[in-house]
Protein backbone atom coordinates (compact mmCIF):
# COMPACT_ATOMS: atom_id res chain seq x y z
CA UNK A 1 0.00 0.00 0.00
CA UNK A 2 1.35 3.67 -1.12
CA UNK A 3 1.17 6.24 1.59
CA UNK A 4 1.96 9.86 0.20
CA UNK A 5 3.75 12.50 2.89
CA UNK A 6 4.64 11.66 6.50
CA UNK A 7 5.74 15.12 8.75
CA UNK A 8 8.62 15.80 10.96
CA UNK A 9 6.34 14.73 14.02
CA UNK A 10 4.98 11.30 12.44
CA UNK A 11 8.84 10.60 11.41
CA UNK A 12 10.05 11.58 15.17
CA UNK A 13 7.57 8.53 16.02
CA UNK A 14 9.25 6.04 13.86
CA UNK A 15 12.59 6.94 14.24
CA UNK A 16 14.41 7.08 17.70
CA UNK A 17 16.92 9.96 16.20
CA UNK A 18 16.86 12.94 17.54
CA UNK A 19 18.43 16.20 16.76
CA UNK A 20 21.01 17.16 15.73
CA UNK A 21 21.15 13.52 14.19
CA UNK A 22 17.90 13.01 12.62
CA UNK A 23 18.16 14.52 9.25
CA UNK A 24 14.77 13.59 7.50
CA UNK A 25 12.45 16.36 6.98
CA UNK A 26 9.26 14.64 5.86
CA UNK A 27 8.52 11.64 3.64
CA UNK A 28 7.09 12.85 0.46
CA UNK A 29 5.85 9.35 -0.67
CA UNK A 30 6.48 5.64 0.46
CA UNK A 31 5.65 2.31 -0.18
CA UNK A 32 6.11 0.60 2.71
CA UNK A 33 8.85 -2.50 2.56
CA UNK A 34 9.54 -1.74 -1.34
CA UNK A 35 10.72 2.53 -2.09
CA UNK A 36 10.57 5.20 -0.38
CA UNK A 37 11.50 9.19 -1.35
CA UNK A 38 12.21 12.20 1.40
CA UNK A 39 13.74 15.26 1.93
CA UNK A 40 16.37 17.16 3.76
CA UNK A 41 16.05 20.87 4.07
CA UNK A 42 19.92 21.95 4.33
CA UNK A 43 20.48 25.00 6.81
CA UNK A 44 23.85 26.77 7.35
CA UNK A 45 22.74 26.24 10.91
CA UNK A 46 23.57 22.55 10.89
CA UNK A 47 25.90 22.05 13.62
CA UNK A 48 28.30 19.92 10.99
CA UNK A 49 29.14 23.34 9.45
CA UNK A 50 31.23 24.37 12.33
CA UNK A 51 34.15 22.64 11.11
CA UNK A 52 33.09 21.02 7.92
CA UNK A 53 34.73 23.74 6.43
CA UNK A 54 34.02 26.86 8.20
CA UNK A 55 35.02 28.85 5.10
CA UNK A 56 33.30 26.47 2.28
CA UNK A 57 30.42 24.46 4.04
CA UNK A 58 29.92 21.15 2.75
CA UNK A 59 27.82 18.24 4.44
CA UNK A 60 30.06 15.59 4.47
CA UNK A 61 28.91 12.70 2.81
CA UNK A 62 28.85 10.47 5.56
CA UNK A 63 26.05 12.01 6.86
CA UNK A 64 24.36 11.78 3.31
CA UNK A 65 24.83 8.24 3.66
CA UNK A 66 23.47 8.33 6.97
CA UNK A 67 20.17 10.17 5.88
CA UNK A 68 19.67 7.34 2.93
CA UNK A 69 19.73 4.80 5.80
CA UNK A 70 17.34 6.68 7.72
CA UNK A 71 15.00 7.28 4.91
CA UNK A 72 15.28 3.48 4.39
CA UNK A 73 14.65 2.75 7.93
CA UNK A 74 11.54 4.80 7.95
CA UNK A 75 10.18 2.60 4.49
CA UNK A 76 11.09 -0.39 6.80
CA UNK A 77 9.10 0.56 10.08
CA UNK A 78 6.18 2.49 8.74
CA UNK A 79 3.94 0.21 9.31
CA UNK A 80 5.67 -2.08 11.98
CA UNK A 81 5.31 -2.10 15.53
CA UNK A 82 8.98 -3.43 16.54
CA UNK A 83 10.97 -2.58 19.75
CA UNK A 84 14.44 -1.30 18.29
CA UNK A 85 15.94 0.39 15.02
CA UNK A 86 17.99 -0.73 12.05
CA UNK A 87 21.74 -0.41 12.43
CA UNK A 88 24.26 -0.21 9.68
CA UNK A 89 25.14 -3.50 8.76
CA UNK A 90 27.61 -2.43 5.48
CA UNK A 91 28.19 0.40 3.47
CA UNK A 92 29.26 -0.28 0.13
CA UNK A 93 29.88 1.42 -3.18
CA UNK A 94 29.11 4.68 -1.99
CA UNK A 95 29.48 7.60 -4.70
CA UNK A 96 29.59 11.10 -3.88
CA UNK A 97 29.43 13.50 -7.14
CA UNK A 98 28.61 16.65 -6.12
CA UNK A 99 28.96 18.96 -2.94
CA UNK A 100 25.80 19.77 -0.89
CA UNK A 101 26.13 23.21 0.48
CA UNK A 102 23.56 24.93 2.80
CA UNK A 103 20.48 25.95 0.57
CA UNK A 104 20.13 23.39 -0.97
CA UNK A 105 16.84 20.56 -0.66
CA UNK A 106 18.08 16.47 -0.85
CA UNK A 107 15.57 14.17 -2.48
CA UNK A 108 16.86 10.65 -0.91
CA UNK A 109 14.88 7.60 -3.29
CA UNK A 110 15.77 4.41 -1.14
CA UNK A 111 14.67 1.00 -2.81
CA UNK A 112 14.63 -2.19 -1.06
CA UNK A 113 16.65 -4.86 -2.90
CA UNK A 114 16.66 -7.68 -0.30
CA UNK A 115 14.10 -7.98 3.02
CA UNK A 116 15.08 -10.49 5.31
CA UNK A 117 13.55 -10.57 9.18
CA UNK A 118 16.29 -9.26 10.62
CA UNK A 119 18.60 -7.94 7.82
CA UNK A 120 18.09 -5.84 4.63
CA UNK A 121 20.13 -4.37 1.72
CA UNK A 122 18.88 -1.18 0.27
CA UNK A 123 20.10 1.24 -2.64
CA UNK A 124 19.71 4.69 -2.04
CA UNK A 125 20.33 8.08 -4.45
CA UNK A 126 20.92 11.52 -3.18
CA UNK A 127 19.49 14.39 -5.74
CA UNK A 128 19.69 18.53 -5.76
CA UNK A 129 17.68 20.01 -7.87
CA UNK A 130 17.25 17.16 -10.24
CA UNK A 131 21.23 16.59 -10.36
CA UNK A 132 22.06 12.95 -8.40
CA UNK A 133 24.77 14.20 -5.54
CA UNK A 134 25.62 11.05 -3.66
CA UNK A 135 24.46 6.95 -3.92
CA UNK A 136 25.36 3.80 -1.96
CA UNK A 137 24.17 0.24 -1.11
CA UNK A 138 23.91 -0.20 2.45
CA UNK A 139 22.78 -3.03 4.46
CA UNK A 140 20.59 -2.86 7.69
CA UNK A 141 20.17 -5.00 10.89
CA UNK A 142 17.46 -4.88 13.38
CA UNK A 143 18.80 -3.79 16.80
CA UNK A 144 16.75 -4.49 19.88
CA UNK A 145 17.42 -1.44 21.98
Sequence with gaps: M???????????????HRYPFLLIDRVLEVEADKKIKAIK?????????????????VMPGVLIVEA???????CLLVEREVKGTLVFAGIEKAKFRKPVVP?????????????????????GKAFVDGTMVAEATFSSALAEM
Design 2 to 16: ERMAILFEEIKKILP
Design 41 to 57: NVTGNEPFFQGHFPHHA
Design 68 to 74: MAQAGAI
Design 103 to 123: GDTITFEVEVLNLKKRFCKLH
